[in-house]
T-cell receptor, first 116, second 117 residues
Framework: AQSVTQLGSHVSVSEGALVLLRCNYS??????LFWYVQYPNQGLQLLLKYTTGATLVKGINGFEAEFKKSETSFHLTKPSAHMSDAAEYFC??????????????FGTGTKLQVIP | EPEVTQTPSHQVTQMGQEVILRCVPISNHLYFYWYRQILGQKVEFLVS????????KSEIFDDQFSVERPDGSNFTLKIRSTKLEDSAMYFC???????????????FGAGSRLTVL
């Protein structure tokens, strides 16, 4: 089974500073990788996804992530943090279930705090 | 933008009671899922559903749990006899057929918070 590991359950950055949320995956086949965001009292919203092609993928709200196969990483970045970015971020990997259909496995999440 | 709708948003129940959580997936989606998130913990897969049958279920999804798509629009999760440890946020998700890259992208609902006393 595939899995993802998120380093750091809590990350604090100053408003305007670089955001870097780390994610490493384990996979025996080329993975599909995702970042989801969960704002307080809300559901999970897709930020971006990597499937094939360009390894640098851009998502909503100025976030981007780079798939690095050699490092088995898919770190999430944003050049300048906004207060509205405060949320919990989940890295996820997609693999086939026993029925041949894809299911998503989530990391443990990283809570991002943005300090004014 | 199409969305997945879940009801109720919050339910409080006594241990041993039956609970049904309801979900209305996006209308043209074919794959349906339930996940749960115990407070402070990771989001965990419970079950996937396709073509009116369970595709896969996790170890969490024991005999106390069941899913149903009773009328072609709703997708329900039933817990027959709730336990304290069932207290969690339950997320429904749905997805379309795989896109051109072969990936399913799940759209999640806002969740139903279940509190078992």
């Amino acid at each position: 089974a595939q899995s993802v590991t998120q380093l750091g359950s809590h990350v604090s950055v100053s408003e305007g500073a670089l955001v870097l949320l780390r994610c490493n995956y384990s996979s025996s086949v080329p993975p599909y990788l995702f970042w989801y965001v969960q704002y307080p009292n809300q559901g999970l919203q897709l930020l971006l996804k990597y499937t094939t092609g360009a390894t640098l993928v851009k998502g909503i709200n100025g976030f981007e992530a780079e798939f690095k196969k050699s490092e088995t990483s898919f770190h999430l970045t944003k050049p300048s943090a906004h207060m509205s970015d405060a949320a919990e971020y989940f890295c996820a990997v997609s693999d086939k279930d026993s029925g041949g259909y894809q299911k998503v496995t989530f990391g443990t999440g990283t809570k991002l705090q943005v300090i004014p | 933008e199409p969305e997945v709708t879940q009801t109720p948003s919050h339910q409080v129940t006594q241990m041993g009671q039956e609970v049904i959580l309801r979900c209305v997936p996006i209308s043209n989606h074919l794959y349906f899922y339930w996940y749960r998130q115990i407070l402070g913990q990771k989001v965990e897969f419970l079950v996937s559903f396709y073509n009116n049958e369970i595709s896969e279920k996790s170890e969490i999804f024991d005999d106390q749990f069941s899913v149903e798509r009773p009328d072609g629009s709703n997708f329900t999760l039933k817990i027959r006899s709730t336990k304290l440890e069932d207290s969690a946020m339950y997320f429904c998700a749905s997805s379309d057929i795989e896109d051109h890259s072969g990936a399913n992208v799940l759209t999640f609902g806002a969740g139903s918070r279940l509190t078992v006393l």
